[in-house]
Structures are given as structure tokens and as C-alpha cells.
């Protein structure tokens, strides 16, 4: 069991221009209205995920075995790069190789990535339009289930064979799983075919991080 905690953050308040607090998640009963598509009214309302993401750094770096590599170029792990600017990016890596590497990547949208294993990006929050009522919470509660279940050993990454192939990912979670694909041709092939090699060694999924000796 993992004994990550969330630190405690206040939850930001927003008003509209009429100075009624905007209740995000609860906005639209039925569908948003045409006008909120595209339109990202308070994107800042996403900053305390960035308190988030820096406490699973925390975390990973003191309880587990790996190396950290803190340099805008880790950015580069991202398949599909970003369209904000980089502000900080954190490379994890277990010094065990079965192990999958974690890769978050700060934006000044304030947003996050993070590159799991070989082949993914998510991102936090997937999108932040005022039809999607995205909240900070629900995109952190993600992040972490995520990041967590990586470390635990419970995420799986796998090429389907054959013509137009997809590149798949699974977690498990102790209240389900999760699973998602994208095509494999898309993706940087000289980074696909190293991910051939590599996966082909874990078909069952990657390992659980080892914890540091250190106390």
C-alpha cells in the first residue's frame, strides 16, 4: 500500500462576471452551451495540481530506488510535445530497467504531463474548455491513481502485430482499470521500434518500483 498522502491545498474560487461563484463540475445539467466550446475562462483554476505533481516527486524520489534527471530537455519524452511553454520537467528513473520511468513535464498553461513507460502521454488535464468543466481535483485524483499505479507495477504497455498496429496501455487500480490505445504509425519510429525491442521483454507488464535501502 502505498503511503503517498495529497498535501492539503485550499480550493481556488472563481466567480462570473455577474460575481456568482462558478461551481466547476456541477456547471452544465444537460449539454454545454455552443459558446463554451474552445473557451477556457479561468485556466488557472488547474495551479494546484502543480502542488500535486511536486508531492509524487517527492514522494517517488525519497521512498523509492531511482535516479532523477531535472532538466527542460526531459520534456523531450513526450511523444506529442505541448502547446505551452516548459517549465520544469522531471525525469524518474528505477534502477531497475523492468521498471517503467516516469517523466512529468510542467507547462505554463498550468498544466502537466506525464510520460509513462515507452509509448504514452497524459495529460492534466486532458482538456480544460469551459464546455468540459474539467476541476482540479478530479484531474489530480487521475494524475495520482496514474503515477501510483505505475509504481505499484499495475501498467502494461503492448504494439499489436500486423498491419495498422495500435499501441496499447492498461493500469489496474484496486477499484478497476483503465485502458486506451493510439495508432502506432503515428508515433516516432525509430521510438517505436526501440519500444518493440524493449516490450517484447515484459509481456506481462512492467515491474513495481523497488523502495531505497536508504532510511
Known amino acids: 500500500m502505498s503511503t503517498y498522502l495529497r498535501p492539503p491545498i485550499d480550493d481556488p474560487v472563481f466567480r462570473d462576471a455577474d460575481g456568482t461563484v462558478i461551481e466547476y463540475g456541477n456547471r452544465w445539467p444537460g449539454s454545454p452551451p455552443e459558446d463554451t466550446y474552445s473557451v477556457d475562462t479561468h485556466p488557472e483554476r488547474f495551479a494546484p495540481i502543480h502542488r500535486v505533481a511536486e508531492a509524487l516527486l517527492t514522494?517517488?524520489?525519497t521512498v523509492y530506488d531511482v535516479e532523477t534527471d531535472e532538466d527542460s530537455s526531459a520534456a523531450s519524452d513526450l511523444l506529442r510535445p505541448g502547446y505551452f511553454e516548459v517549465v520544469k520537467a522531471v525525469r524518474i528513473r528505477p534502477k531497475d530497467?523492468?521498471?517503467?520511468?516516469?517523466?512529468?513535464?510542467?507547462?505554463?498553461?498550468?498544466?502537466?504531463?506525464?510520460?509513462?513507460?515507452?509509448?504514452?502521454?497524459?495529460?492534466?488535464?486532458?482538456?480544460?474548455?469551459?464546455?468540459?468543466?474539467?476541476?482540479?481535483?478530479?484531474?489530480?485524483?487521475?494524475?495520482?491513481?496514474?503515477?501510483?499505479?505505475?509504481?505499484?507495477?499495475?501498467?502494461?504497455?503492448?504494439?499489436?502485430?500486423g498491419r495498422g498496429p495500435w499501441a496499447e496501455y492498461a493500469f489496474r487500480h484496486p477499484d478497476g482499470a483503465s485502458s486506451g490505445r493510439s495508432r502506432a504509425q503515428d508515433l516516432p519510429p525509430d521510438r517505436l521500434a526501440q519500444a518493440r525491442r524493449v516490450l517484447r521483454k515484459h509481456p506481462d507488464g512492467w515491474a513495481a518500483w523497488p523502495e531505497s535501502a536508504a532510511p
Open 97 to 161: 530497467p523492468a521498471c517503467a520511468t516516469l517523466t512529468f513535464v510542467f507547462t505554463s498553461y498550468p498544466g502537466r504531463y506525464v510520460h509513462a513507460g515507452l509509448l504514452h502521454d497524459f495529460p492534466y488535464p486532458v482538456c480544460g474548455c469551459d464546455a468540459c468543466d474539467a476541476t482540479w481535483t478530479a484531474e489530480a485524483d487521475e494524475l495520482e491513481r496514474q503515477v501510483l499505479a505505475v509504481v505499484a507495477g499495475q501498467y502494461r504497455e503492448s504494439i499489436e502485430r
Open 59 to 61: 514522494h517517488l524520489r
